[in-house]
Structures are given as C-alpha cells and as structure tokens.
C-alpha cells in the first residue's frame, strides 16, 4: 500500500480477513503492522492498554513479507496477525512487569512456550498489555500501570486481570490478545469489552514462561473479537510441551478413545450444513444455571433472551442446579492456601536482580496497588500450601465438586451448562477504586469453571443498561463444559455468537 494514502482501517478484521488480503496481495503485514501501530499512538493514551510496543515489530513484519514474496505461501496459519500478550507472559527482549512497578527492568532472555509458537506460525508479537499486580485482582489496578479503562465506558473497568488485552482487542489495537486465566481473568474482562474469552482445561496450553498465581488452576488463552479467531489461536497453541508437565494431559485429550475431542479447533466452529427446518441445534441439551443469575433485571431479561434463542435453534434447555453450590465456590478456592508458595517458586526460578526475590519480600516492601485486598490476604496464607491445615479437605472437596458437576452433566446429558458470566455489570473506576467491590466480594461467576478445573468460554450476547448512569455495557455468557471438551463448547459459542450477534464497535473517536 502506498504510504501516502493513509493507514488501513484494521477495526473488526479476522484473522480469515487479514490471510485473505496477503494471498491476494491487497496489502503487507507491514501494511497492517503500521496500522495498528498507529491506533494504539491514537488510542492508548485514553485506554492506558498498551504496557510497550515491540520495538521490532515492523522488522518482524519485513522478514513475513519477504518470506512471501520469496516463496508465495504463507509462513504459517497466523501469517501477519498482530497479536497483543499479557504482561503475565514472558517475550525475549521485552519488558515483562507481572504488573509490578518492582518489575519494571525485567527483561527476559527467552520467550514463554506459547510465544514461540505464535511466532513459529507467523504471527507479529505486537505489544504487551496491562494488568494488575501479580495477577491477584479481578479489575485493572496496578502499581506498574495504575488504571486501564473500558473502552465501552472510559469511566469502566475493563475487568482483571486480563484488563489490558480485553481493552486492547476491543478497542481494535491488535486484531487478537493472549490472557491469562487463574478464576475468570480471561473471561470476566471478555464479557465486560465484549469480546470472546476462552479458558481450556488446565494444562491443554502450556504455562511456561507464564507467572503463577494458583498453579494448578492457572491458564493463557485467547480473547478475541470472534469465535473462530479464538479456534484459530487454539489449533496453535494446545499442545504438549516437556517444559510444563501439567501439558501431559493432551495425550488423555487426544487419546483415540475420546475422538470427539479430536478435531481441529477451526472445524467445531463451522457452521453446520443449510438445512430448511433452520435448528442447528437439534439434539443438544443445555443446562441453565439460574441460582448464578443474580438479581440484576438487565442480566437476568438479555439471558432470558438468549436461551429462548437457542431454544429456537433446537437446543433443548432445561434449568439445572448444583447442590452447595456456594459452599463449593468458598471451599475450593484456593488463593490463600497455594498463591503465597506458587509465586514465590516462579520467582525462585528467575533469580533475576530485576525482580523481587519473593511476593513476601513485594509485600514487605508495600509495592502493590493499594486496591488489591487479595494481596493481603494471600499473605496471611502460608509459605508453603502443605502448611494449610486444609489443605488436604480442600483437595477433597475439589473432587467432590467435580464429581458432584459432572454428575449433573451425566444424570440430564448435557453438552453444556451456560449462566452469565458476572451477575452485575463492568464497575466504575471509582468504586473498584473506592473499595465498593473487592476481590473476595465481586460476583463473578468464572470461578466456577476455575474451581472445578474445567474449561469455559464467555462469548457475547448482548447489552444491558448500566445502574450507576444509565450507559449500555456489553455482557457475556458463560459456557461451561466438562474437561477436554473445548471442541464441544467452541461450537456452542459459534451457533450463540451468529445468533446474538452483539459485537460492536466501542464508541472510540
């Protein structure tokens, strides 16, 4: 593209879109590479999404071209897509803060596993994204960075603690984000910038390279503007990886007695054949978790909405509940038994004079935004997760838990169980700010899938009216299926999302 006529408008590409236009030869990745480099010199200023800007980003993009040029193919299935990473996920050569001011000259000397992978398949690492401290919030308060803002609503969290990469995508600065998901930190800021958010099964998705915060639960995955760029960037990135043990589950996921969990990503989010009696869902059955609706009418009437549209479609709904539920949720959590000891051993691991020995040693020093209570009270944990003296009943009741989930998918023969994804719409700055909402106290409900260790998607579905000053704010749903069932869910999200069809543009100039 010549120079002179100005950046392209990148706003709401796919990753489809953008390969299209390379095969065609309409534009380069350099093309791209500038044009969302431009947005984010525009934008980031109002949003404060963008922690640093690759400074080779646009030599990345050189070598993909030329790669092209030379060959005519493309390099590989993310062949120039501009993508946005999480600050809690290390890249060689850029500053990577966890979201601590302690961190600030950190810089590390390789990539994190799933970085590599991007980059093998062609993808443009683009910039790093906000978050809050250590990832311990479910909002985007940060010593390193302060605030980042909704795009939706500037006076709005975008949600934790994948704040930066849901404002980022939303605002249209990258064309797909990478988050990290410990108890909803990729779907609660997904539901709140209307974007898709997908946590897999722990361990699908290797973590190598990736801060701890609850280990066993802990998560990256993609956030993006459709489901099937979220399937594209899933058919790169699970897999196993001899860095990170827990990805040994992939040989269970695609054992040869489970085909089903088999097929590629991209091939469970296509839509189904035409048929004339228009219900794609035919034989599905849906559970519907209404004790997670909460009381908002706003939340409750766009769910209510949108179950009676799949309904529509041939999904068969029925209402589900979750014996204890509540006592499961507190009971499980796991924060103030392991998070003390688990970032305290990824930190061991560096041994790097740009970070701090220890989340003790952060603590002491009083270098946490003064919004996280979950820091505090990861504290008062003990230094290591055997010392709790629940720790085994908390193990069991895990399992409880997730037999007791399980059986109800068994007993009703459900493909999936959906409730929104927050029971109360993004907050105000000044009340995550202010202390209205806590980390111990948001009614978040994504720490269901989180706590059970099974994989969830939270795909939007609609808008629903503010209370504080009567602005729309988008709103997800969750979808919740049982483990190694990301194919299933993803084509759940695929028919919700032509449904609803309740992407928009943020209201940016």
């Given at each position: 593209m010549d120079e002179h006529q100005g950046s392209l408008d990148v706003q709401e590409w796919t990753i489809a879109d953008t390969l299209y236009g390379y095969i065609g030869s309409r534009f380069s990745v350099q093309d791209v590479t500038r044009a969302y480099k431009d947005r984010i010199g525009r934008l980031n200023s109002t949003l404060n999404a963008i922690t640093v800007v690759a400074k080779d980003a646009i030599e990345q993009a050189q070598k993909l071209d030329e790669a092209f040029k030379k060959t005519g193919k493309l390099v590989g299935p993310l062949h120039g897509i501009p993508i946005v990473i999480k600050d809690q996920i290390e890249t060689a050569g850029m500053v990577t803060t966890f979201g601590s001011k302690l961190a600030a000259n950190f810089v590390p000397r390789e990539d994190a596993h799933l970085v590599k992978l991007l980059r093998d398949a062609g993808a443009v690492i683009l910039a790093k994204t906000t978050m809050p401290d250590w990832a311990a919030a479910w909002f985007s308060t940060s010593s390193a960075t302060e605030v980042t803002f909704n795009p939706y609503d500037l006076s709005r969290d975008p949600g934790g603690s994948s704040s930066g990469t849901g404002a980022a995508v939303a605002a249209n600065l990258a064309l797909v984000g990478i988050g990290g998901d410990t108890g909803g930190s990729i779907r609660l800021p997904s539901s709140f910038c209307n974007l898709v958010g997908v946590r897999v099964t722990p361990g699908r998705i290797s973590r190598h390279g990736m801060s701890a915060l609850v280990t066993t639960q802990d998560t990256p995955g993609p956030m993006t503007r459709s489901v099937e760029d979220a399937a594209r960037l899933l058919d790169v990135l699970?897999?196993?990886?001899?860095?990170?043990?827990?990805?040994?589950?992939?040989?269970?996921?695609?054992?040869?007695?489970?085909?089903?969990?088999?097929?590629?990503?991209?091939?469970?989010?296509?839509?189904?054949?035409?048929?004339?009696?228009?219900?794609?869902?035919?034989?599905?059955?849906?559970?519907?978790?209404?004790?997670?609706?909460?009381?908002?009418?706003?939340?409750?009437?766009?769910?209510?909405?949108?179950?009676?549209?799949?309904a529509r479609l041939g999904a068969q709904v029925v209402d589900v509940e979750i014996p204890d539920l509540d006592h499961y949720k507190t009971y499980t959590s796991s924060y103030g038994t392991r998070s003390r000891s688990d970032i305290n051993e990824f930190l061991a691991a560096r041994k790097s004079p740009d970070l701090p020995e220890t989340l003790d040693a952060a603590y002491e020093a009083k270098v946490w935004h003064p919004a996280l209570d979950l820091i505090p009270h990861i504290m008062q944990g003990p230094p290591n997760a055997v010392d709790d003296g629940a720790f085994a009943s908390r193990l069991l009741a895990q399992t409880e838990f997730q037999r007791v989930v399980a059986s109800v998918f068994a007993k009703q023969k459900l493909d999936a169980m959906l409730y929104p994804t927050c029971q109360v719409p993004a907050p105000t700055t000044k009340d995550v700010v202010g202390g209205r909402w806590t980390c111990l106290t948001f009614p978040t409900n994504t720490v269901i899938a989180s706590q059970l260790l099974f994989p969830a998607i939270s795909v939007p579905v609609g808008f629903v009216e503010a209370e504080e000053n009567g602005v729309e704010v988008p709103m997800g749903m969750e979808i919740l299926g049982l483990p190694y069932g990301e194919a299933k869910i993803l084509g759940v999200a695929a028919a919700t999302e032509r449904m609803a069809q309740a992407r928009k543009l943020p209201p940016l100039k």
């Open positions: 699970v897999g196993f990886d001899e860095k990170d043990n827990y990805t040994s589950v992939n040989a269970i996921a695609q054992s040869p007695v489970t085909p089903e969990m088999n097929p590629s990503f991209l091939t469970a989010v296509r839509p189904p054949p035409f048929s004339w009696n228009n219900r794609p869902l035919e034989g599905k059955t849906f559970g519907v978790l209404r004790a997670a609706f909460g009381a908002h009418k706003g939340i409750i009437a766009l769910m209510n909405t949108t179950i009676e549209g799949l």
